[in-house]
């Protein structure tokens, strides 16, 4: 193993000199700023910090979006969460789904990417690639071994200050990806002193901690801000969740267990002859019977959940520099370890008649072969998968103020990813099919219910995939705003900029045996050019106000981008705020967004842009749900196309002057998302809405012999191909999809002071459906999808309550999910709502050796929810008797965390 480990290291290169070129110009940016900094801090602090402004949705300082709804999840917030990752944190608001990446779920749309498990975020439901996500207002280096997505993990909480969440169409601001919205992550600046914190919590089968540090100085015309974070949790195992099985009858669902056994079934003609324990010879084929199956449950002892560990680091600077020039820079790094363990290794193998230990039923067919479905359960040990996830990425810029209120500025980005996933222990198919067809007792492989040689099953078990990626992303940015002229209004204030994006994603893929490795890696690359400008106009204000026409503005944006490889899109965006009266607004906004095809969807990463052939077991409702061995191709597709949507937006907001800082909102959106890419290479439930494939290929059962041929010939494969095909899937990506997403957001907040009782804090907000259809392919009709499993629920939300009196602290938390159709089963299955409740309470002392620490005691889940049942089967992408989109397997988690100011 050794051996192919550095042969498989010596075969991908990568290039470096732009990493040579970043250092050098980070070390003199370092430089020139460590040296301004030691000049300033030699003043007295006057008081006076640079502030970096960063908004969300709008390009202007000091404009909030004009149109659309800023969801503000401040570092209070943070704090009261029980989550213990950004993405955990941001699963908390009911605007984002859980569909498709992060740890739990891998089956629906982007999971066939996420062979590193992380996370990314999926507003509205509507895509894991649709929702842009920033960090300080700019864009951040892909993860993934194909550079796919942004895990918001790569920031730790404690870094946050902020998130902001704008839930609207934005790419005439951003550009690609804010088809649903943005997601902005704020760093903390301005923080003098240190702080530390340690985390622990426990389940039942499960723990988790965390241990982070800040540091921060101001001085005068500069501050700085590090942080450091560890977050850990264990794997949560199938065996330690009794809900997680897949035999499922008894709580009046279907038996999913797969016939692929220890001892294992012959499969003769259609007929199965169940192995009996102990196994089977010619002495005793008698004890076989045809139309006994043996059936058993190989992913009970798989994980639910991978082991992850994360290592984080960020910081932030800014130093006033003199006659209106002000430097700033931020930065983070950050490496995620995991560890999954798969079900044990099975497969459907044909066996020859040469083979010692063949054995023909009595009563069958006269034949020279067999098929025998088996588990190598015992003998193998699981296939587990390890990997990594590393980023680094740094921004240094410069604002320059100008006269008449303008300020001009430019900023550069670089940022680095390297993922990696690796299983070194699979079935080597062509081992298996020599050792099958060995006539020596010795040595053969014996399927039939017998021991094997060690020597053997080492040679069949060292089948090798190693997919390794490498991003690099560049931004470079010049801009300038400020205010045009004066109208009675107020100032018409716009922005314009100028944006280079290079992103080079080298990809390539390991596999073979551990012995004789076969290795290969392509280099993708794209530049992205782009423009943008915008209008604020306030057409009424202060010094004009009318009756009904309290404020009225107006925002105009429009942004082209032009890729170098997928063509070109331009995108307006309109948006206006209307206020009738002092404390209600009315915002709308209308515009056009597009999303980017991925470099790895134009050119799959497998076998050197060639592709492959994947062995997977799908559920199959023409068995009962059963499980049935198919045969899954990915393959590039050069002419994909952007994506496109039109979003619409129409909404109040309104602050009651006789309330305690009393806030309402309802906001009603309409996306039309057209020419989706989409791909079904994870997706093991596709079988279930196979009617809506009828004509497009991506399903065919009983391939034909010619085309059977014909993949085997162009494909490698990973897995043992069955000897007969009952099932091809093609999973390479496709313009096809198309979705039409309706509903309404709403938000309520206030606060009422209570005297000695304290202060009370009560709060909702969530987000409901009326209209969520698809269609699989452009020509297709859209079909209803609202309230289906794996689709958007109609209604999710979130209640609060908080409670503040002196040094004591508490919040309590009502998660709702509504009650939903589960049409992957047969007869329809409606799964039942779920509502848990988190609650905390935390204390913070203010005298002697604990002063200024906080302890708090945090409990997720309080009332210990199990999943609400779904009859679905057990996948290794995710699910087995609950739904992983909609709720967390591991229950009720404890945790006491200690936080102390310095």
Known sequence: MANAVRTIKSTHTFPRRSGVAFAVFCACAAMAAGAQAQTAS??????????????????????????????????????????????????????????????????????????????????????????????????????????????????????????????????????????????????????????????????????????????????????????????????????????????????????????????????????????????????????????????????????????????????????????????????????????????????????????????????????????????????????????????????????????????????????????????????????????????????????????????????????????????????????????????????VRAAAGF???????????????????????????????????????PLVGAANAMPGIYRLDLDIAGRTDRYSDVGSTNNPKVGFNWAPVKGVVVHGSYGTSFRAPLLAEVNTPVNNGRGALFVQNYSDPANGGALRVGVARSASNPNLQPETATTKSLGVDWEPAFGHNTKLGLTYFDIKYENQVTSYLSDLTLLNREAQFAGTGIIVRNPSAAMVAQMKAQYPAFGVLPEHWTLYVDGSANNLGKSLARGFDFTASTRVPAGDLGDFGFGASGTYFTKYQVAVTSGAPLVDQLNRIYNPLRFKTRLSSTWNLDAWNANVYVNYQNAYDNNLAAPLQEVSSSTTVDAQVAYRFDAGFLKDTTLALNVNNLFDRRPPFVNIAQSSNGGGGFDPTLTNPVGRIVSLSLNKHF
């Open 42 to 491: 030699a003043a007295p602090d006057n008081g006076e910090q640079p502030e970096q402004v960063v908004v969300t949705g709008s390009r202007i300082r000091g404009v909030a979006p004009v149109g659309s709804t800023v969801v503000s999840l401040t570092r209070g917030d943070i704090e009261a969460s029980g989550a213990v990752s950004t993405a955990g944190l941001l699963q908390e608001v009911p605007q984002v789904f859980n569909l498709g990446v992060s740890e739990s779920s891998r089956g629906q749309a982007g999971g066939a990417g996420n062979i590193t498990y992380g996370s990314s975020v999926n507003l509205r439901g509507i895509g894991p690639y649709a929702t842009l996500s920033l960090v300080n207002g700019h864009r951040v280096v892909p993860q993934g071994t194909t550079g796919s997505g942004i895990d918001p993990s790569i920031i730790p909480m404690l870094a946050l200050q902020r998130v902001e969440i704008v839930a609207d169409g934005a790419s005439a601001i951003y550009g690609s990806d804010a088809v649903a919205g943005v997601v902005n992550l704020i760093l903390r600046r301005n923080v003098e002193g240190a702080e530390g914190f340690v985390r622990y919590g426990t389940a039942d089968g499960y723990r988790e901690h965390q241990a982070g540090a800040l540091l921060g100085h101001r001085w005068r015309g500069g501050q700085v801000v590090a942080t450091v974070q560890n977050d850990v949790h264990t794997a949560l195992n199938g065996r330690d969740r009794d809900f997680f099985r897949g035999d499922l009858r008894a709580r009046g669902g279907g038996d999913f267990r797969s016939t692929q056994c220890a001892p294992g079934n012959i499969l003769i003609g259609g007929t199965s002859y169940a192995i009996p324990s102990g196994g089977v010879a010619p002495a005793n084929a008698g004890d076989l019977a045809a139309g006994t199956v043996n059936k058993c449950d190989n992913l009970q002892y798989a994980d639910i959940l991978p082991r992850q560990e994360r290592n984080s680091a960020t910081f932030t600077f800014n130093q006033d520099l003199g006659n209106g020039y002000a430097l700033y820079a931020d930065g983070f790094a950050t490496r995620r370890t995991y560890r999954m363990r798969p079900g044990s290794p099975s497969s459907t193998v044909t066996v020859p008649s040469t083979n010692p230990f063949y054995v023909r039923p009595a009563g069958a067919p006269a034949g020279t072969s067999e098929d025998v479905a088996l588990s190598f359960a015992g003998q193998l040990a699981p296939d587990t998968a390890t990997g990594y996830s590393r980023s680094f990425e740094a921004t240094i810029g410069i604002d320059k103020t100008l006269a008449a209120g303008w300020k001009a500025g430019a900023l550069y980005t670089w940022g680095k990813n390297n993922d990696q996933s690796a299983t070194v222990h699979g079935l080597n198919s062509g081992a298996v099919a020599a050792a099958l067809a060995d006539t020596n007792p010795a040595t053969a492989l014996n399927v039939f219910g017998g021991p094997n040689n060690p020597a053997t099953l080492a040679q069949i078990a060292n089948g090798l995939f190693i997919a390794p990626g490498q991003t690099i992303f560049q931004n470079a940015q010049v801009k300038a705003d400020g205010p045009l002229f004066a109208i009675p209004g107020g100032d």
């Open 499 to 537: 944006e280079y994006q290079r992103l080079r994603t080298d990809v390539g893929s390991t596999f073979g045996t551990t012995d004789a490795p076969i290795a290969s890696s392509m280099g993708l690359g794209r530049n992205i050019k782009s423009l943008y400008a915008e209008l604020a106009v």
